[in-house]
């Protein structure tokens, strides 16, 4: 296959993109303590590389031009004070040259970069997140030539690319035979260290012991008698799959390299997974969780973070048929010991063994969370911060697994109140006051919202317990989330109060006798509101606040109803029923208000006050506004002169 392209054949000088300066002095600053990773991340990046053209040659054996043995080779050279990372890999056209290392192609660097403080201190905690790569060669260089050419294209299309890392970079195309990729590091004054076939070796051994290609150094032995040199290629690393070994011999430390290589992290990994499965569909996975949550989480279409082997061979790292969207956090491998080796996507598209090991993959994820829950509770705490909004996903999109991610919810609650989830529906459950029948909710948007509603006032007055939503996704798992062990999920927004056996006798024959008396009240707010509310009643919810705004049994929450409209989608807004509470001294006041215009002006403020305490818009603000300060004026029997005084 030959991939027939238009390039700029000259030689260029291009500017960085913007960050990538600001990147590398951040960086440099960083790391330098820790300067010997640049070899592991050229290394990490050599590996890809092959993974990358094993894969396409599934589909295209010639890619291999003849050399399917791949390999990574690192040399130094004394003389001319350079270090060499070589591999027969994919190799790069200079199209992708320029996109890939002139350009951060990573999603998130724009809200990464704006994360940065300034302050060189929090910003270097920030930067182990983000991941340098390649730019991490300018920790030991002053120079970097990189020489590379895609395997498939003709030995006319290489590319040449050298940079000092001070904001501009050239490239070139040059005559390169062999396809794949030659890094050379001009090391700084002060690196002589990497000079050393020691001191390389054990770096290799540190960090990329687990790559599964050979890494080859050159061996130089000099034979005096006879004045021969001869050069031996020797392979540093053990180039043995991790996850195909005994979990006892392998160590914390070889985990982590291994986890910091496949998931392109820089940080330790919150916890591994790491099964055998046997039987007639035999199989091996070892998953990690981070312990942070990517920039690019949001991003359900950027999944790729598992990657899939057969036999030790790398097949791809096309994650949507190794685990559903709301695994997206998960790194690792898959390595399948049945699947055929030659497969292709197409097969990969309906494969039952596939989506054994798919759902077999996700029961073993959803044990090992179960098991941090149940042992390692803080640990619970961390991981529900970083990732618990994606796995709420899983209540919508995994039916089948339901009652099992159901259990690994942790909420908010006023219980304690307190904004950090970490109360699980068990909990809430077993704190049910005698007589209580269902979970209540709130959804709101935001903790503050939430917690102080005045939809709360009756259970904090009763004691019951209510979950505090404020996520913008809780809507849907609300809506999915019906029922739990028998029982079922309430949003306490919505419908009739109807607390049955939390209510004494004494308390419903009081609420019927005053609803009598207010009848005529009420009469009179409805016709007052008109068609802005279904429904004007007594309310069985408030104890404080004069009124507040449900939604019917089938209507919509008004929160749904906001978050429809602002994802641009058409409601057809269902109308509220307004509640009052008789206990009110505004509402009492009401039932004697015999002037017109001032019984409108109490009944607009009280309603536009509860559209607000819910966190709705008010259709018109200033008028609401006004309403209020005449209210105001007429109460404290000021005059406008007084006013003018105050504001003076
Ligand atoms: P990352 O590996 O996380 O993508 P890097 O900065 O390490 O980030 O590398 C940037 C990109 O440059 C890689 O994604 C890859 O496309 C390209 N690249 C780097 N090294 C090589 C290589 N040896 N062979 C082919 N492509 C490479
Ligand atoms: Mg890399």
């Known amino acids: 296959m030959t991939i027939e392209t238009q390039v700029e054949t000259h030689k260029e000088t291009l500017g960085f993109q913007t960050e990538i300066k600001q990147l590398l002095d951040l960086m440099i600053h960083s790391l330098y303590s820790n300067k010997e990773i640049f070899l592991r991340e050229l290394i990490s990046n050599s590996s890809d590389a092959a993974d990358k053209l094993r894969f396409e040659a599934l589909s295209d054996d010639a890619l291999y031009e003849g050399d399917a043995d791949l390999k990574i080779w690192i040399n130094f050279d004394k003389d001319a004070r350079t270090v060499t990372i070589r591999d027969n890999g994919i190799g790069m056209s200079r199209e992708e040259v320029v996109d890939n290392i002139g350009t951060i192609a990573k999603s998130g660097t724009q809200e990464f970069f704006k994360s940065l403080t300034g302050d060189k201190a929090k910003d270097t905690q920030l930067i182990g997140q983000f991941g340098v790569g390649f730019y991490s060669s300018f920790i030991v260089a002053d120079r970097v030539t990189l020489l590379t050419r895609r395997a498939g294209l003709e030995?006319?299309?290489?590319?040449?690319?050298?940079?000092?890392?001070?904001?501009?970079?050239?490239?070139?195309?040059?005559?390169?035979?062999?396809?794949?990729?030659?890094v050379i590091l001009h090391l700084l004054p002060d690196e002589d260290e990497f000079l050393s076939d020691y001191r390389l070796q054990s770096i290799i051994k540190k960090y990329s012991d687990h790559i599964t290609l050979p890494i080859v150094m050159h061996k130089v032995t000099t034979d005096k008698e006879k004045d021969e040199t001869t050069i031996e290629e020797e392979v540093v690393n053990t180039a043995k799959a991790l996850w195909a070994r005994a979990k006892a011999e392998i160590s914390e430390e070889e985990y982590t390299e291994f986890y910091k290589h496949v998931a392109h992290d820089f940080e330790t990994p919150l916890a591994r997974i790491h099964n055998k499965v046997e039987g007639k569909n035999e199989y091996t996975t070892l998953l990690f969780i981070p312990s942070r949550a990517p920039f690019d989480l949001w991003d359900r279409n950027n999944r790729k973070g598992v990657k899939l082997y057969v036999r030790r061979v790398f097949i791809m790292d096309d994650n949507e048929k190794l685990l559903p969207p709301y695994l997206r956090f998960i790194r690792g491998v898959i390595d399948s010991n049945d699947l055929p080796l030659n497969i292709s996507r197409e097969i990969l598209q309906h494969n039952?063994?596939?989506?054994?090991?798919?759902?077999?993959?996700?029961?073993?994820?959803?044990?090992?969370?179960?098991n941090m829950a149940k042992n390692e509770p803080d640990k619970y705490v961390t991981f529900w911060k970083e990732f618990g909004k994606v796995i709420k996903e899983g209540i919508v999109d995994d039916y089948g697994n339901k009652p099992r991610i159901a259990k690994l919810l942790r909420f908010s609650t006023t219980y304690d109140d307190n904004e950090t989830p970490t109360i699980s529906l068990d909990d809430y459950v077993g704190r049910m006051k005698e007589g209580q029948e269902k979970i209540y909710y709130i959804t709101a948007e935001s903790f503050a919202a939430a917690k102080n509603s005045p939809h709360l006032e009756i259970f904090r007055k009763k004691g019951i317990e209510v979950l505090l939503l404020f996520d913008q996704i809780d809507e849907w798992v609300g809506s999915h989330l019906t029922d739990f062990e028998d029982k079922q999920l309430q949003s306490v927004t919505k419908g009739e109060l109807n607390l049955g056996d939390l209510e004494n006798e004494d308390e419903k024959k009081e609420a019927e006798k005053t609803s009598d008396t207010l009848k005529p009240v009420l009469e009179r707010i409805k016709t007052t509101l008109g068609d802005k509310v279904k429904e004007v009643r007594i309310t069985h919810r408030l104890t404080s606040s004069p009124v507040c705004l449900v939604a019917d049994e089938q209507g919509m929450?008004?929160?749904l109803e906001r978050l429809l409209k602002s994802a641009g989608q058409s409601v057809t807004g269902s109308k509220p029923i307004m509640e009052i509470n008789p206990q009110h001294p505004i509402v009492n006041a009401l039932k004697e208000e015999s002037e017109e215009i001032r019984f409108n002006d109490w009944v607009f403020i009280l309603f536009e006050?509860?559209?607000?305490?819910?966190?709705?818009?008010?259709?018109?603000?200033?008028?609401?506004?006004?309403?209020?300060?005449?209210?105001?004026?007429?109460?404290?029997?000021?005059?406008?002169?007084?006013?003018?005084t105050l504001n003076q």
Do not use: C
């Open 352 to 370: 039952k063994q596939l989506d054994a090991i798919r759902s077999g993959t996700v029961k073993k994820v959803l044990g090992a969370l179960e």
């Open 557 to 559: 929450d008004a929160s």
């Open 155 to 182: 030995a006319s299309h290489g590319v040449k690319w050298e940079s000092t890392g001070e904001g501009e970079y050239s490239i070139e195309t040059i005559d390169r035979d062999s396809h794949g990729t030659e």
């Open 609 to 644: 006050q509860a559209l607000l305490s819910e966190g709705g818009q008010l259709d018109d603000p200033a008028a609401f506004v006004k309403r209020m300060n005449e209210m105001l004026v007429s109460m404290g029997n000021l005059n406008s002169s007084r006013i003018i």
